[in-house]
């Protein structure tokens, strides 16, 4: 499907009121706010000068014309761009269960049949999904390659018999997931590290995916000092 995005903002659970109302204001409905935790290393939250505190991951489906407007609202409203203000992706959906569905994800979003002008990121979203209480060899299995920090959820699985007989591991019990953005260019290798050090035949039993994000808000400041601090 053309022209719709999956937007995933993750920002301080203390600022998650003042988000939703940045969304609503704009006929955007906030799907989901879930509770999260952020991963990041405490040599990067004393760079870029931030304390670790607890998150909440924001849900929202839009299409391409009010996904441009609003990476520009995130950034010059609610100053996303600023050090532990939070970051958003969009990742493009491929298909949606019915016109009715899609009436109910995108509220008053009225052009979502309008082609928007070609969004080009330098980021991509992965994701793991592992055995509860290994966030740490996951995370230092992704930043031995070159990741920054992640946002973990704890989920339950429903894939147990396919898991067993493909891996001899059971997904129906409770697990914990991480969401990392990462470099194009690290993504390969970031996979490769956590699948190595943290995949199947660990205790960690992680699996990996990655999808691909068309816009992004957030980075630029991580970006800059990341780079200085090489």
Do not use: W
Request: with cysteine; proline share 1%.
């Amino acid at each position: 499907m053309k022209n719709i995005y999956f937007l995933i903002t993750i920002i301080r659970r203390s600022d998650s009121e003042e988000y939703e109302k940045f969304y609503t204001d704009r006929g955007v409905e906030v799907l989901y706010a879930i509770n999260c935790n952020g991963t990041v290393h405490a040599k990067t939250l004393d760079l870029l000068g931030i304390e670790r505190t607890e998150k909440t991951m924001l849900f929202t489906i839009t299409d391409g014309n009010s996904l441009n407007s609003l990476t520009r609202g995130l950034t010059t409203q609610m100053k996303i761009d600023l050090p532990d203000r939070g970051v958003a992706m969009a990742v493009p959906l491929s298909s949606i269960g019915g016109v009715h569905t899609l009436e109910y994800f995108t509220g008053e979003q009225t052009e979502i049949e309008k082609e928007s002008e070609n969004m080009t990121s330098d980021y991509e979203l992965i994701v793991a999904i592992y055995e509860k209480g290994f966030t740490d060899m996951v995370m230092d299995a992704a930043r031995s390659a070159g990741a920054g920090g992640g946002t973990t959820i704890r989920a339950r699985g429903t894939g147990a018999k396919a898991a067993e007989k493909f891996f001899g591991i059971s997904l129906a019990e409770e697990k914990e997931m991480v969401f990392i953005v990462s470099d194009t260019n690290k993504k390969k290798d970031i996979m490769r590290a956590i699948m190595q050090n943290a995949g199947i035949n660990t205790e960690a039993h992680a699996l990996v995916f990655s999808l691909p994000v068309a816009t992004t808000a957030g980075f630029r400041f991580a970006d800059t000092v990341e780079k200085d601090s090489e």
